[in-house]
T-cell receptor
Framework: AQSVTQLDSQVPVFEEAPVELRCNYS??????LFWYVQYPNQGLQLLLK??????LVKGINGFEAEFNKSQTSFHLRKPSVHISDTAEYFC?????????FGAGTRLTVKP | GAVVSQHPSWVICKSGTSVKIECRSL??????MFWYRQFPKQSLMLMAT?????????EQGVEKDKFLINHASLTLSTLTVTSAHPEDSSFYIC??????????????FGPGTRLTVT
């Protein structure tokens, strides 16, 4: 079965600095990849997804991610973060609609 | 489009009682619905997958007699936690997918239900 590893449990960063949240996946078949954001006591909001085509995917709120098949990675990036980006971020991999989530990365943006 | 709602958003119940959580797709037909459980500061763990009109498929380790899932229509799935105990306290999130959502193989998530068993 497929699996996801988020390499950083917590990422503190100052406002307006760039950030990268790392995600690696494992699967023996082709996958679909997703990044979700979760604010406290709320459900998941889709940031972006990779299904096929261009390996650089742009999402909402200025986030983007790059699919790297050789490195089995799907890292999330933002060039300049805001206080409001403080949240939990989940990387997910889906095979035949069986979606598995990483452990999450807590992004904390400090003023 | 592709909105999923959950009700209630939070519930407190006494140990030994049962509680039902509803998951609705508001603007699409959800042929498949998923139920996840999330403990504090942890990731989502898939509990079960249900297809409309069929019995749910439970993940290994999930007690099917304790977590009853019904997906009787294309817009509604329910999760009933029977004889709840404090260890069942958690955040339960549903998701749904179906034709015409515009997001192939994408699941649309509800806002979650916080269950506290006292």
């Amino acid at each position: 079965a497929q699996s996801v590893t988020q390499l950083d449990s917590q990422v503190p960063v100052f406002e307006e600095a760039p950030v990268e949240l790392r995600c690696n996946y494992s699967s023996s078949v082709s996958v679909y990849l997703f990044w979700y954001v979760q604010y406290p006591n709320q459900g998941l909001q889709l940031l972006l997804k990779y299904l096929s085509g261009s390996t650089l995917v742009k999402g909402i709120n200025g986030f983007e991610a790059e699919f790297n098949k050789s490195q089995t990675s799907f890292h999330l990036r933002k060039p300049s973060v805001h206080i409001s980006d403080t949240a939990e971020y989940f990387c997910a991999v889906s095979v035949n609609n069986d979606m598995r989530f990483g452990a999450g990365t807590r992004l904390t943006v400090k003023p | 489009g592709a909105v999923v709602s959950q009700h209630p958003s939070w519930v407190i119940c006494k140990s030994g009682t049962s509680v039902k959580i509803e998951c609705r797709s508001l603007d699409f037909q959800a042929t498949t619905m998923f139920w996840y459980r999330q403990f504090p500061k942890q990731s989502l763990m898939l509990m079960a997958t249900s297809n409309e009109g069929s019995k749910a498929t439970y993940e290994q380790g999930v007690e099917k007699d304790k977590f009853l899932i019904n997906h009787a229509s294309l817009t509604l799935s329910t999760l009933t936690v029977t004889s709840a105990h404090p260890e069942d306290s958690s955040f339960y999130i549903c998701s749904a997918t179906g034709p015409g959502t515009g997001g192939i193989y994408e699941q649309y998530f509800g806002p979650g239900t916080r269950l506290t068993v006292t």
